[in-house]
């Protein structure tokens, strides 16, 4: 199957899984993503549109009760460690990547993309760097420091991710929230390359 039918196919169920304001979101990771791609001058058309089957599919799951996650978990074979049980939500990308990959035979890059967008994973490459980047930056978010994570992104897109990285640390610690271990293990990685 071409990207062009997936891609079609993706957003069709899309529009029937999510609310309006999720499907407003992706779109807008979706820009955002393109003005990364412009900006840092990627003409590889498989990882570009990789990465457009990436951001439509992140999502796809998020709007779905606790109930639907945790019984989709199973079916997909994913253990939910301590924190997912308690907070199911953070399975929407797990189970979107599963499904990516049964349905489509999403690649290995595609697929970790959109399994470890939430909480990041030190083993992504620029699909999923650019996925977590836009999905924290699109032009629908408000917040503090909005803005000048957007500049470096389109400056330095390492360290773009770096920053949103640190960013989501600094939130979660903030809203004494818990931090995924996939998390802090990249962010000590990503700091750790910067000392050196």
Not at 142 to 152: A, G, H, I, Y
Not at 157 to 164: C, M
Request: net charge positive.
């Amino acid at each position: 199957m071409n990207n062009n039918i997936i891609k079609k196919e993706i957003e069709e169920k899309l529009i029937k899984q999510v609310k309006e304001t999720r499907y407003k979101h992706v779109k807008s990771v979706q820009s955002f993503a393109n003005e990364l791609i412009k900006s840092h001058k990627i003409r590889n058309q498989n990882i570009i549109e990789n990465i457009e089957i990436a951001i439509l599919s992140h999502d796809l799951y998020r709007d779905l009760s606790k109930e639907q996650l945790l019984n989709l978990a199973d079916k997909y074979g994913i253990i939910p460690n301590e924190i997912e049980q308690t907070s199911p939500i953070l399975l929407h990308g797990k189970i979107a990547a599963e499904y990516i990959r049964k349905k489509y035979n999403a690649n290995q890059s595609t697929y970790r993309a959109v399994y470890f967008h939430t909480g990041g994973n030190v083993n992504l490459d620029i699909i999923g760097k650019i996925l977590i980047i836009s999905d924290n930056l699109e032009r629908k978010r408000d917040f503090k420091n909005v803005s000048s994570l957007r500049e470096v992104s389109f400056k330095n897109l390492e360290e773009g991710f770096y920053e949103v990285i640190k960013n989501k640390m600094k939130y979660a610690l903030i809203k004494n929230l818990p931090i995924l271990k996939e998390t802090y293990i990249l962010y000590n990685k990503l700091r750790g390359e910067k000392d050196v």
